[in-house]
């Protein structure tokens, strides 16, 4: 019976992809909508955004991280997938089953965890922004609840920059109690970030919290590695991370100051994301690559040869014609001309090489980019690289957040919640000339 539906499990798949693999967004196509994020411009993000995948659960959340810095309080899709994610945990707990973060979504992309806690959370704040915190707290013990249960076959998810964010959705609904044990749960999954045990045990909450989004999103290239596998290590994506984890301060109208300290990378979210497939996944993936590979192997072949044949074609007809012009040379007595004779020829074995040679570059320029899927792989975009967070022990009058060493102000949010907290989001990125 569980072979019976693995099968069935497999051919779902494979038709999901063949019906919807032709609408599917690629990174060439988050391009301007990237750019302008870049450039601390959500509404401008917003607008650029791509317009496929309409309504998926990707571009739902990555519109909803954008539109968190823009007057867009349209967060309707954004309570839908989210009230479909409790529906299947629900499901998936009443069976004793953990294969949640396994259940596909109908556009057939299986959610990280990292994404799906980080929706909750941001539903958390979206709720807190506009003072409904009953249901900011629902979202909050929900996000909690999916990070200290084991929901997924590898067991427990936990992450300290999750940790950060809850914590700080806890403040911004008054219930410092709870934000200290998730801080004391970051301060135990990165032991490094020292600064973290201030807060952790700190009695009575901060008068504010700042928050900070960093980096513009990691974006995947391919990295392949010798693999027993070989067509899983040859299709090995890797992440780079831009952000240069500058320091950012906090300031006030009545020049308070104080310093936002930085979290660790979040690219263990990334890394859980590529090997969490689960292994009818990662053999129709394997299947699906090795028919890529048997039919850009073929392809460029043909082409190679078809070139090569020309070249040499093209070499030979050279050779012919100077060597009938030495000929001639030779019959009229002359050296001069049956000296450029020799000088054609010559001339036409360097052609044909340098045509072999470049047709070889190119077959295998065209190889690598048919075999690179990083341009498709799927996943949400404009997460952050990393946090920064900070605190204050007074009362603050319109507080700001700036760049240390430029001064430039980043894009926040009002303060916001019970305990004020204030939301930033810095792409901080060496600027391209």
Known sequence: MAKYFRRLGCLFLLLSFSISCSSLLKKEDYAPAKKDW???????????FPSGEKGTFITALEKAIIGFYTPNNDISKLQEIAEENKSRLRFSASRELRSFFYSETPEGYYASEAEVIFLHILLGFYYAKKEQYEEALVEARYASNLLNGEWSAEG???????????????????????????????????????????????????????????????????????????????????????????????????????????TPSTQNWYQRHLDRDNSIHEIIDDSKYFQLVTLSTTKQASILAAKVTGSILTGATIVALGAGITYLGVQANSSEIGGAGIIIAIYGIE??????????????????????????????????????????KDNLRFPKIKDKQSG??????????????????????????
Do not use: H
């Not at 870049?38 to 650029?48: G, H, R, T």
């Not at 200290?180 to 009575?204: F, G, H, N, V």
């Open 408 to 433: 430039k102000e980043i894009l926040r949010t009002s303060t916001f919640g019970k305990i004020p907290v204030t939301i930033g989001f810095y792409p901080d990125i060496k600027k391209e000339d």
């Open 156 to 262: 427990q998810f936990d992450d300290p920059n999750l940790r950060i964010l809850l914590a700080s959705l806890w403040t911004a609904c008054g219930d410092w109690q709870e934000a200290k044990i998730d801080l004391r749960a970051a301060l135990k999954l990165s032991p490094k970030s020292a600064w973290l045990r201030q807060y952790a045990y700190l009695e009575q909450a901060p008068k504010n919290i700042f928050l900070v989004l960093g980096g513009p999103g990691p974006e995947p290239f391919m990295d392949p590695e010798i693999n027993l596998n070989f067509v899983r290590g040859l299709r090995k994506l890797g992440f780079e991370f831009k952000g240069e984890r500058s320091e950012l301060l906090w300031v006030d109208l009545e020049g308070n100051q104080g310093k936002l300290y930085l």
């Open 351 to 392: 052609l044909a090489a340098k045509m072999i040679d470049s047709s070889i570059e190119t077959s295998k320029k065209e190889f690598s980019e048919d075999l690179d899927i990083s341009s498709n792989y799927r996943y949400v975009r404009f997460l952050p690289e990393y946090l920064w967070f900070g605190t204050s």
């Open 38 to 48: 870049s450039s601390q411009n959500p509404k401008s993000a917003l607008e650029s």
